[in-house]
């Protein structure tokens, strides 16, 4: 796989370098990096095959290939639209009494996408994939595949925002939403994919909340899973403690509580002490001193019989991080509104 690795970096960069144009170029881009059928994200997928020693030789290697690439293709961008501005203006007569146009600021990434690009690499380089899935949703992937029955209150607690025309008492299955949470990708990974199997989901849920300064009704998550014969609540316990410390440092700490959840069991939510006031207490923690970021447990025998996985040789667990809140920690936001507000003094900041 090193050899493959490096064969991508050559043979990419002298693609990349030979692109004629901004389209050939995207297409390359694409082909190269591509998050679904890219050749650098398909011998990703090939890791989980790989022993754990090989993992961690392979994981930053691939890291690096990603950025190499990433900033070749950047630079040649660049160069393109030097030369089709150079093209354009050759013909131009230049006129200098006409004042000049103002600077405009390129921009950045917004801070979610800043922090949710960070947890991509550092999954990838354990080993995870980084899957996507769609947002408009059956109501079988994101309830009944998850071991929500029909009448299960726990819907009650994640209303969304259903398609026109679908029967809220029509029988389990049916309809279609926007949904809730990224954890309907856990079935349809391992029915695509099998065991064993790691991977993250990063992506944006709806809810039918009340907004506040903790809520909103749109977020975002990333899920993550991993199945195999000899997973147990440990690895779950350490994956979340490094994900904890490596966004927040080594001084942060996490706690475990019992939650119940469908397709988890056992369950549990997992907290961190709060940005604001360092666990004293205030109104962003509900004067708890502690900010819940996640929901984890070990999967339910149901979840991997959805997934065509005999539940009596696998196992393994599932957490679902909430992005948004993950962010308000890091910077220390105080209301989460903010972060789709558009507000560009605030989004100047990052």
């Known amino acids: 796989m090193t050899i493959d690795l490096q064969q991508l970096k050559t043979e990419g960069l002298l693609a990349i370098k030979a692109a004629k144009d901004k389209l050939e170029l995207a297409n390359l881009e694409i082909k190269l990096l591509g998050r679904k059928n890219g050749e650098l994200t398909n011998i990703?997928?090939?890791?989980?095959?790989?022993?754990?020693?090989?993992?961690?030789?392979?994981?930053?290697?691939?890291?690096?290939?990603?950025?190499i690439l990433e900033s070749a293709v950047a630079a040649r961008h660049r160069e393109l639209s030097a030369s089709a501005w150079e093209n354009a203006a050759a013909g131009e007569r230049l006129d200098i009494t006409e004042p000049a146009l103002p600077h405009l600021d390129p921009g950045h990434l917004h801070?979610?996408?800043?922090v949710g690009r960070d947890l991509e690499d550092f999954f990838a380089k354990l080993g995870f994939m980084v899957l996507d899935g769609p947002e408009l949703e059956s109501d079988y992937y994101n309830f009944s595949a998850l071991n929500?029955?029909?009448d299960h209150p726990a819907r009650d607690i994640m209303d969304t925002f259903y398609?026109?025309?679908?029967?809220?008492?029509?029988?389990?299955?049916?309809?279609?939403?926007m949904r809730t949470h990224t954890s309907p990708m856990q079935v349809r990974a391992l029915q695509k994919y099998g065991a064993p199997l790691a991977a993250i989901v990063p992506g944006k849920c709806?809810?039918?909340?009340?907004?506040?300064?903790?809520?909103?009704?749109?977020?975002?998550?990333?899920?993550?899973?991993?199945?195999?014969?000899d997973i147990t609540f440990a690895h779950l316990k350490?994956?979340?403690?490094?994900?904890?410390k490596h966004l927040y440092g080594p001084e942060v700490k996490m706690r475990f509580s019992p939650k119940f959840y469908p397709f988890v069991e056992p369950g549990v939510r997992g907290e961190v002490t709060c940005?604001?006031?360092?666990?004293?207490?205030?109104?962003?923690?509900?004067?708890?001193?502690?900010?819940e970021i996640f929901g984890a447990g070990m999967t339910h025998p149901n979840v991997l019989k959805a997934g065509g996985v005999d539940p009596a040789k696998y196992q393994g667990f599932a957490f679902g991080l909430?992005?948004?809140?993950?962010?308000?920690?890091?910077?220390?936001?105080?209301?989460?509104?903010?972060?789709?507000?558009?507000?560009?003094?605030?989004?100047?900041?990052?």
């Open 206 to 229: 709806f809810r039918n909340e009340s907004t506040d300064a903790r809520h909103e009704h749109t977020l975002y998550q990333i899920e993550g899973f991993m199945y195999d014969t």
């Open 44 to 67: 990703l997928k090939s890791l989980k095959d790989l022993a754990a020693e090989v993992k961690k030789e392979i994981g930053p290697l691939a890291n690096e290939v990603k950025i």
């Open 275 to 291: 940005f604001l006031c360092k666990g004293r207490g205030c109104r962003v923690c509900k004067n708890s001193g502690w900010l």
């Open 322 to 350: 909430g992005l948004s809140r993950l962010v308000m920690l890091k910077y220390g936001i105080e209301d989460v509104r903010l972060l789709e507000s558009g507000n560009i003094k605030f989004l100047e900041q990052f």
């Open 111 to 114: 801070p979610i996408t800043q």
């Open 148 to 150: 929500f029955a029909a």
């Open 238 to 244: 350490g994956i979340l403690e490094a994900v904890a």
């Open 163 to 177: 398609i026109k025309g679908h029967d809220p008492a029509a029988p389990a299955g049916a309809g279609w939403l």
